[in-house]
């Protein structure tokens, strides 16, 4: 089975304070992923990069193999297939 979302060396920045750092992990189509973590670790801030609400400063993500996410490029979170509640 091929990787259906793919996380690879991501950081978030916003203005001079790095909200996610080199974040790196994949979910197979069926998996279930969690986020754990303090306040402030950026579980949030990942969910938003993910569903297209936060740019990327390096890294990638990409779902069902076409990549959603560069430092280049933003796919419209209304072009994506995800959902965020």
Known sequence: MSDQLV????????DNVTAIKNICFSLEKGEIGCLLGPSGCGKTTLLRAISGFEPIQAGLISLDNEEISTTSFLKPPEKRKVGMV
């Open 7 to 14: 996380i690879k060396d991501v950081t978030v920045k916003f």
